[in-house]
């Protein structure tokens, strides 16, 4: 079974510098996306940045990227230039792509506040 | 903001009643995920629906159920509620032929008195 570990519960930031959050999963799949996603306090979930298994190229997002290293099954998020708006849960996430059930593992989150 | 919708936004009921929620899929998307989410807590597997079928289930038990309709629209049904089902349930519609990322809904807060 897979598994995903968010270790740090809440991390806080000051305007326009940068932050890193970290992701830690298991699984023996070799094929799977990994995802964080911001979940804002009025509550609906945002997709941030999504990275693909096979893909060596960390993916980026204008102020966001991920240091994926997949022997080391780490997925951490780095947000630069942090924005009073970036203030949100991070959850990070983990789909195996097996054909069958398209179903999200996540983490228990992180709280990230912004200060001004 | 996602094309994905919920209703009702809250809802209270007391233990051993029955609830429905509703998601409505965003459009072209032919496959809806439900989330529960307890305060404090990551997302929790329930469920997925495609094309009006069952595709996978979470470790819940059979009190919890769902629909998809025809127009990909999708409920949740929880019967005999308990106390520990109170949470937020979250509703994710995607398109399985991209294997990929869900759209959430806002969620609907249940509470079990």
């Known amino acids: 079974a897979q598994t995903v570990t968010q270790s740090q519960p809440e991390m806080s930031v000051q305007e326009a510098e940068t932050v890193t959050l970290s992701c830690t999963y298991d699984?023996?799949?070799?094929?799977?996306?990994l995802f964080w996603y911001k979940q804002p306090p009025s509550r609906q979930m945002i997709l941030v940045i999504r990275?693909?298994?096979?893909?060596?190229q960390n993916a980026t997002e204008n102020r966001f990227s991920v240091n994926f290293q997949k022997a080391a099954k780490s997925f951490s998020l780095k947000i630069s230039d942090s924005q009073l708006g970036d203030t949100a849960m991070y959850f990070c996430a983990f789909m195996k792509l097996t054909p069958g059930t398209y179903k999200y593992i996540f983490g228990t989150g992180t709280r990230l506040k912004v200060l001004a | 903001e996602t094309g994905v919708t919920q209703s009702p936004t809250h809802l209270i009921k007391t233990r051993g009643q029955q609830v429905t929620l509703r998601c409505s899929s965003q459009?072209?998307?032919?496959?809806v995920s439900w989330y529960q989410q307890a305060l404090g807590q990551g997302p929790q597997f329930i469920f997925q629906?495609?094309?009006?079928?069952?595709?996978g289930r979470g470790n819940f038990p059979p009190r919890f159920s769902g629909l998809q309709f025809p127009n990909y629209s999708s409920e949740l049904n929880v019967n005999a509620l308990e106390l520990d089902d109170s949470a937020l349930y979250l509703c994710?519609?995607?398109?399985?032929?991209?294997?990929?990322?869900?759209?959430f809904g806002p969620g609907t807060r249940l509470t079990v008195t």
């Open positions: 994710a519609s995607s398109r399985v032929s991209t294997g990929g990322e869900q759209y």
């Open positions: 990275q693909e298994a096979y893909k060596q």
């Open positions: 699984t023996s799949e070799n094929n799977y996306y």
């Open positions: 459009s072209g998307h032919n496959t």
């Open positions: 629906y495609y094309r009006e079928e069952e595709n």
